[in-house]
């Protein structure tokens, strides 16, 4: 019973490209999240939704885009992809905006 | 601005050996400190979340404890299933209505047999 799911594992890809990544949570959690893990094992928020409706966007350049066709799904959407967009992507959701967050097991995105 | 760090970045232990980690943050006003385990190639895993200076919170070998200026995980007698990079969160009042975590760099333990 995987309670948050995200598909692909691994995605290796070039630049120029557009990709999605895809995020599931069986846990009837109200928020989901994006976060990017860098090399140095540093995890930033990048977005937050809350009953669908977005309540975090930090300063992420405009080529990454969140959507949320309800509220167990939260996909990313990146366009036109550049080598610094390598990295580890998680997904989290929560019960509610101020309770603990729970995480899937990452995508390694590798941009060539 | 809200700041969390994490000492040390790097701990080498022995089986048995007890030591504890540092989480000292700065933040204007203080909602919730949360403290995560995340293994090699895996997302991070909730251990816990404190809310107040003195408040205390244990799950086997782990202690975590609270004071205005920082958290402390202490680790009691570890064994090398402990090895793990510990992460730790807060959620800011400055964050407003989102919830929003901020994680300090993380400290990567290492028990040896």
Sequence with gaps: ?????????????QMGNDKSIKCEQNLGHDTMYWYKQDSKKFLKIMFSYNNKELIINET????????????????????????????????????????????????????? | EDQVTQSPEALRLQEG???????SYTVS???????YRQDPGKGPEFLFTLYSAGEEKEKERLKATLTKKESFLHITAPKPEDSATYLCAVQAASSGNTGKLIFGQGTTLQVKP
């Design chain 1, 1 to 13: 019973d995987t309670a948050v799911s995200q598909t692909p594992k691994y995605l290796v890809t």
């Design chain 1, 60 to 112: 992420v350049p405009n080529r990454f885009s969140p959507k949320s066709p309800d509220k167990a799904h939260l996909n990313l959407h990146i366009n036109s992809l550049e080598l610094g967009d390598s990295a580890v992507y998680f997904c989290a959701s929560s019960r509610d905006k101020f309770y603990e967050q729970y995480f899937g097991p990452g995508t390694r995105l590798t941009v060539t």
């Design chain 2, 17 to 23: 050996e007890s030591s504890s980690l540092n989480c």
């Design chain 2, 29 to 35: 006003g203080l909602r919730g400190l949360f403290w």
